[in-house]
């Protein structure tokens, strides 16, 4: 008979990349039974990625808003707030950004810049404060509320881009008008610079989830809520400002999309990146410098499968079977690093 | 009196994949398990029932291969969470990523194809002699296709099971205390693998209904979100399958106020009001939370779900 018993001491690192691994073997079968040839599939994701500066600028521009969303998204996971409303609060941050931008009066500057940033800041994170404030007073999910609320955010951009913010000069093009280009992120090496915004986020949550009280009052109630109250924090004020913060995050990604990338708001920017964000955020363990390799690494499925599609005309989904396909092992592998099996009558020996 | 009859006909036909689906939760969570994979077993379902539908021409065939999708996805997320004890919400989320991405790459050659006609026409409308004769409920009830009478009777199947027949009642043990089910001799990995399973099927059928009947074309992401609102509904409706019934039927009319109020300008008193359909599409949405914060007011002072949802169980705690 096999028995199983918790241990304490797992290896993570080392167990996730070999779940990786195996991940990527079992996808590759899934890829040839599909009738495309894994190898090739996984080489010309390599190239998509890699083969030439543009591409790797390319990579690297995918990254910044999956790293910017899976820092956000983690900040609430580690309070054991399961917001999966990167997406909304994305858009709720371009919709912001895009409302200063659309009237700003007087010549725009780097004022207006700054005004959108906070703007984008505070309606990505009222909108996951709205789920937050749900959870504190009525303890309403906040994993159904974060979600129904990204399909209100997104219905809410169509609506605005369809209707309300019409770009009139786009002859009946549903179309909302671009940014006036100082309003634009520059390009730093080649780049626009929401990478040198992503790098200091990435700092920033750091220091806030292992050097500030608060960061230590966020594990302390994502471990348990009962000793967080016991031990004399104040749950709901915690609960309400790191709801603010994460969702905050993710709203700074929405400006920094539609300021360096799309240079406008539509409803297909965001694109399902804020559900990779938070297969991300849970991959890395909400760790700051793993969400950084991570979210690079889920770039280049991005990326990669993007490239595929029009080189080889392989789906792009195949991006999101592999992901999917990640993630599950990964879930199923962390069994081994919390349980060891052992073989009953091999026990029974040793005891005699 | 007609035009009102056809938009409720229309309305049960929009509530039968949610109620599908909503079904689907009920079963896995009165084992103890939350399912955010509903979306993503909806898609595999919806994929295999149309490729085996495609492709034989026969509906038996199409409605097994989505059951079989369904519950194939279903397997994976039972295998993580029961017998690797893996973190129930994400499991999901990665189910639901990878089933709507395999069922989109699978499907990638099927684009716009359409539905094999005696398939939907074997599935499709179907009167029901004598009933559908009744003024109004003939027509919004007993006028429809063969997935809306199957959800139906599923519905009151289930609440007869998990109320009155030995083996319901000890699967609402395993998702209310699986240590005490435990005890009693119940195997309790064993009905949780079962009824994961069922409630894949149950998805696959849902997910069946669109790309079979209701659409009926392959596209993309064509489940659209309805798993993620049955994941509300299975609240909403307090696990009870046959209150679910109307929980979704309740969605189907907001869904078809959004189909046929589209663009068209009403006045109200003078006023000229014309609701976007985008205002309109949010609607369901917004509804969801309202139901949500209800239900958790509602359930401040007494638990109505099955008290270990979202735990792992594991043996040796005991």
Known sequence: ????????????????????????????????????????????????????????????????????????????????????????????????????????????????????????????????????????????????????????????????????????????????????TDLQLKSVFGIH??????????????????????????????????TARYAGMNTTRILLLTSLIGGGICGLAGMIQASGVEHTLNDQMANGMGYTAIAIAYMAQMEPPAILIVSFLFSILLQGGAYMQISMQIPSATGDVIQGIILLFILGSEFFSRYRVIREHKQKEEAK | MNDAALFFQLSVQLGTPFLLATLGGIMCEKVGHLNLGIEGMMMLGSFFGFMAGFLSHNPVLAVLAAVAGGAFGALIYAVITVTLKGNQTVTGFALTIFGTGLANFLGKPYSSQIMDSTVSAALGVHSIAGLSKIPFLGIVLFSQSLFVYLSIVLAAAMLFYFQKMRFGLAARMVGESPGTADATGINVDLYKYIHIILGGALCGLGGAYLSLVYVPYWQDNITAGIGWIAVALVIFSGWNPVKAIFGCYLFGILKGMAVKFQGISLSVLGLKISIASQVMDMMPYILTVVVLILTAIAAKNRSVGPASVGKSYFREDR
């Open chain 1, 193 to 226: 610079a929401g990478w040198i915004i992503a790098i200091i986020l990435t700092v920033f949550v750091w220091f806030l989830l292992h050097r500030i009280k608060l960061g230590y009052e966020i594990s302390v109630m994502g471990a348990n809520e009962r």
């Open chain 1, 1 to 180: 008979m096999l028995r199983i018993e918790r241990k304490t001491d797992g290896k993570f690192l080392h167990q996730r990349i070999i779940s990786v691994l195996i991940a990527l073997a079992v996808a590759g079968i899934v890829i040839a039974i599909c009738g495309y040839n894994p190898i090739v599939v996984y080489r010309e994701m390599l190239e998509g990625s890699f083969n030439s500066v543009y591409y790797v600028q390319q990579t690297i521009q995918k990254t910044i808003p999956l790293l910017i969303m899976g820092l956000g998204v983690a900040v609430c996971f580690k309070m054991n707030f399961i917001n999966i409303g990167a997406e909304g609060q994305f858009y709720m941050g371009a919709v912001a950004a895009t409302y200063v931008a659309l009237n700003v009066s007087g010549p725009p500057s780097a004022v207006t810049l700054l005004e959108m940033f906070v703007a984008a800041f505070l309606a990505g994170g009222i909108w996951c404060l709205i789920a937050g404030f749900l959870k504190s007073k009525w303890g309403v999910s906040e994993t159904l509320v974060t979600l129904m609320l990204n399909y209100i955010a997104i219905k809410l951009v169509s609506y605005l881009q369809y209707v309300l913010w019409k770009d009139p000069k786009s002859l009946g093009f549903p179309k909302i008008a671009n940014y006036p």
